[in-house]
């Protein structure tokens, strides 16, 4: 299971580099650790991702607003988040080859004797080595040892790869084979263990230092001077923007309690092992919402942002059987969170979270008020209005000054709001689409063979291109009527692709490979009756249309 799972990984990776989704940051450069790059199709999905978001989130509602936010903000911001003195993760280091990890997440490796060396196998221990050397986006790296390598071979490859290529081929290997000229044994990761005293460092077996705590904001100056009143952090999280500007927003907005505010942007973290792709960067993009709601609704409103975020992903495409909702233990929980849940996916290289959805309770407006002294209270004026006009009405006597004032300072009209947060990551929801899009099937070719293909099912929303336009022949006219057909697509504000290279079934494939659900084919009949084909991608039935009917068709497809 383990195996095919990241065989599916290493394919998916390759087909994100080569069609132009995915590409390792500064790769021409040698790339840099937990950064990563979209290619044009890949920025094409990821922003159809962010305007499904704010689409549903933001302009479909009349309870949500939006905004952006620097990146830069205020380093009092993140003392009051506590960013500053809690945002660490443990970190232990290798003493022999001075590796870093997670401490909390530390990967041992078992030793199991398999009884077939498998297929791949190297000349040399250098061959293993280079041959996997160069494949910096591999997630699971096997390094399949002639049968004549012993162990200390092996390790002495590693060490002579720099130390980042020594441990990306060991942290990213979820199988090593190593074999001593008689039996061939499999160290098998076990992934995310904390780590314990006595443990050894699973590159070279060195002795570890202890956890210590590192936090994980970047650190920057503001400024030409680069001194401490100049340090500024660049956001961990989009959150706190929202947080800072939510009086603002209530003084410039006719909003009222219960309420959103939604924000889409980068967050940079500095994890000690970035890792699993882009599922774990550097530099990533969040897409959160911080509800505000009376305390008295808050479980209510945490029910229902859970519910209605885990519903989106299927809405989108997502398994529900992949998906999982995991509530969060009480000692998992944050010291302010009442409750928390992770919408968790089942990616190939384990179950893992999404986004989390937590009541945050006033723990953030309350942190910011104390620190900025700004007063983050909620005066609720229609609740206040209603209990006088009902005074009023039930003949009772009016409030003196005194009264009112004690009044409406009761927690019925007068309250710091409980906030629930559905917290997402882009570049997750990105990876999810993209792990769940992989198709493998068979299709026929021209002749009427059956030939496998690979296709990305994605949700036609979602999809880069929406519909591809080919001229069945480059003669007798037809690239003219498909040059039109696509042109009236793209004035129309689909995304759509012309192609008239190579024979017909190459450009249905190179088109499924990128995920295009609808592809318009103009052949001998069109020039007869002005009609064309329309492939759909997934059933691969073919509808025969009016050429003038494109768009409106292929909008109606996508709007179903
Ligand atoms: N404001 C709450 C917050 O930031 P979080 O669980 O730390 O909570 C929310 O992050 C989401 O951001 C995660 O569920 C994940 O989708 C995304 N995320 C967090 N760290 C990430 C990283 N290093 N790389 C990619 N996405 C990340």
Known sequence: ??????????????????????????????GINGFWDYGPLGVELKRNIKDAWWEDIVRKRDDMVGVDCSIIMNPKVWEASGHLAGFTDPMVDCKGCKARFRGDQFDLYETSKVPNIPAQVFATPVDAFN?????????????????????????????????????RIVLRGAGIFVADGKDCYQLTRIVNQPCKPGDKCPICGGDLTEARKFNMMFKTFVGAMEDSSAVAYLRPETAQGIFANYKNVLDTSRIKVPFGIAQIGKAFRNEINPRNYTFRSREFEQMEIEFFCHPNEADKWYEYWRDARFNWYVGLGLRSSRLRLRPHEKDELAFYARSCADIEYEFPFGISELEGVANRTDYDLTQHQKFSGKDMAYFDDDAWQTFLDQRKAEGKPELTKEEKTTLSSGSSFRYTPHVIEPSGGVDRATLAFLCEAYTEDQAPDEKGVMQSRTVMKFHPRLAPIKV???????????????????????????????????????????QDEAGTPFC?????????????????????????IAADNVVPYVREKLSS
Do not use: H, W
Not at 485 to 502: H, N, S, T, V
Not at 524 to 530: E, F, S
């Open 520 to 544: 318009v084919t103009v052949d001998g009949q069109t020039l007869q009756d002005q009609t064309v084909t329309v492939r759909d991608r997934d059933s691969l039935k073919q509808d025969r």
């Open 131 to 167: 041959a996997f050397r160069d494949e910096q986006v591999r997630l699971d790296t096997r390094i399949i040892a002639n049968p004549g390598m012993t162990t200390e071979e092996l390790q002495s490859v590693y060490r002579r790869g720099t130390g980042r290529n020594r441990a």
């Open 468 to 510: 591809a336009v080919f001229p069945l022949v480059k003669k007798e006219g037809m690239p003219e009527v498909a040059d039109r057909i696509y042109r009236a697509a793209k004035k129309a504000g689909l995304a759509a692709f012309y192609d008239e290279k190579g024979a017909v079934g190459r450009r249905y494939r190179r």
């Open 1 to 30: 299971m383990a195996e095919n799972s990241n065989e599916l990984m290493d394919k998916l990776v390759a087909l994100c580099k080569r069609r132009g989704f995915i590409f390792q940051s500064s790769e021409i450069y040698g």
